[in-house]
């Protein structure tokens, strides 16, 4: 861990701008503290990716809580789409002072599974990196040369030892940034139903037909999901297990629709409530 962050350090120096990958479903929880105190003197723009799984209102809300109070570039896109992608990067480009006979160096950092490689494939117009589902995929820094004389450099995602709060740590699990095996699947289940009761009770209704009313609880949502889906174990007792994979697969495919899972509130929030204590 040490010698990422160290490494990272040293990278970070070398190059003339940062395009952050955050997670649009989890801008807060997805940003790493460790990454933020680098490169302050680095052109920076901060990418909500994902934003085709996340609430388009909240994903609006955000850019502004960025651009307006916390006076930082924002833009929020899809990272298969070519042309939001480069709208990005010539975005986060455009703020090096250079010469442009000079190549530009900019590097894609971020937390693990929140898309930077494929961000820089859709840059590249082909596959030059490694992708997929899980977090820790990419393993070691690699550079690629882009058009318009920019040098792109992929990390691999990094996190920080001890995850604080506990919804912290069950927002990332839930969004796919946790490996899998860190945390129990019925707690991780548990956190994103309650919050899927709270904010978007009319998107669990609109997937899982089969609810004839909205559930009281969390509990009573994954136990009628193991139901209607047949997660069975023997004599017929409910697998939680399955249960709560089947409906995280579902949040995280945007199967449940697009959903948010913090807003700029909640931050709002939290920081009034850690002033007054
Ligand atoms: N729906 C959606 N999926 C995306 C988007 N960007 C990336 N993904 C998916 O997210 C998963 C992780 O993507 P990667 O590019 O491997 O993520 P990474 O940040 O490089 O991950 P590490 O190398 O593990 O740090 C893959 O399954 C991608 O297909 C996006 O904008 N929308
Ligand atoms: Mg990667």
């Given at each position: 861990m040490l010698e990422t962050k160290n490494q990272l350090k040293s990278s970070i120096s070398k190059v003339d701008a940062i395009l952050e990958i955050l997670d649009a479903r989890l801008?807060?929880?997805?940003?790493?503290?460790?990454?933020?105190?680098?490169?302050?003197?680095?052109?920076?723009?901060?990418?909500?990716?994902?934003?085709?799984?996340?609430?388009?209102?909240?994903?609006?809300?955000?850019?502004?809580?960025?651009r307006t109070d916390q006076n930082t570039s924002a833009t929020a896109i899809c990272g298969t789409q070519a042309g939001q992608a480069t709208k990005a990067l010539n975005e986060c480009v455009s703020q090096i002072r250079r010469n442009k006979a000079r190549k530009a160096k900019v590097m894609v950092v971020g937390i693990p599974n929140t898309g930077k490689s494929t961000i820089l494939n859709t840059l590249a117009g082909k596959k030059v990196a490694k992708t997929g589902n899980v977090p820790a995929v990419t393993r070691h820094q690699q550079r690629t040369s882009l058009k318009n004389n920019i040098d792109i450099y992929d990390t691999p995602g990094i996190l920080w030892?001890?995850?604080?709060?506990?919804?912290?740590?069950?927002?990332?699990?839930?969004?796919?940034?946790?490996?899998?095996?860190?945390?129990?699947?019925?707690?991780?289940?548990?956190?994103?139903?309650?919050?899927?009761?709270?904010?978007?009770?009319?998107?669990?209704?609109?997937?899982?037909?089969?609810?004839?009313?909205?559930?009281?609880d969390a509990s009573d949502l994954i136990d009628a999901i193991g139901k209607a889906r047949g997660c069975l174990k023997k004599g017929g007792v409910i697998n939680y297990q399955k249960a709560s994979e089947l409906m995280i697969r579902d949040l995280r495919s945007g199967k449940i629709g697009q959903i948010s899972f913090e807003t700029p509130k909640d931050i709002e929030s939290t920081n009034d409530t850690s002033q007054n204590n």
């Open positions: 801008p807060a929880a997805s940003a790493n503290p460790f990454v933020n105190k680098l490169g302050q003197d680095k052109a920076w723009l901060k990418v909500l990716n994902k934003a085709d799984l996340a609430d388009p209102a909240t994903t609006m809300d955000w850019l502004e809580y960025f030892p001890v995850i604080e709060p506990k919804e912290r740590a069950l927002t990332l699990a839930a969004s796919g940034a946790i490996s899998d095996t860190a945390i129990d699947y019925y707690e991780i289940a548990f956190f994103a139903g309650q919050l899927l009761l709270e904010r978007y009770p009319e998107k669990l209704l609109e997937r899982y037909t089969f609810l004839d009313r909205r559930p009281q």
